[in-house]
């Protein structure tokens, strides 16, 4: 897919709720302090693009204010809206919820803009480090609320990682601590589309923003 933001590039979108950690996790992609982090919900507040690449992959990472998808609030409103562009924009979503949080009323929203979106997504439960956390039970209740909205097969099928995006580790497993976020950078790997090999001419796509 063509993407006149990051070119010929895969592109990859963390949406979730405020305050979740995405802005962590995409600090940690990229490797400085690009996003703002605090643990204050509605910092980010518009759509922060970065150039990523793992095992000679390359692709886009876009990071997203946090999705309040009921809220009459201005700003609130605005971000919901450049969430939706990421979305729309992307090959490829991360969702992120909290552990200790677990799932809220605002989440069938966002797993409702997901189904709609019909791309990929990799379920990113965060903050695992955090205690009396629950994640298997946090990853049923997201496959629940998924099939209770009539979601297809191929996305109930959806790959889920289990971390600490603060920490700096990601695993498959809740309770098999790594010592680093490869198991995520591995499966958006497997995700986004593979390059595409075009034959003849060269063409040179000029747009402007």
Known sequence: MYNIITGMKPTVAIVGRPNVGKSTFFNRVVGKRV????????VTRDRIYADAEWNSRS???????GIEPDSKDVI????????QIAIDLADVILFMVDVKQGLVDADDKVCNMLRRSRKPVLLVVNKVDKPNGRPEVVNEQVFDLMFSLDATEEQLDYKTIYGSAKQGWMSHKWNEKTDSIVPLLDAIIDEIPAPEVSEGTPQLLVTSL
């Open 35 to 42: 996003a703002i982090v605090e643990d204050t919900p509605g």
């Open 76 to 83: 609130l409103s605005q971000m919901r809206e450049q969430a």
């Open 59 to 65: 692709f886009g990472l876009i990071d997203t204010g």
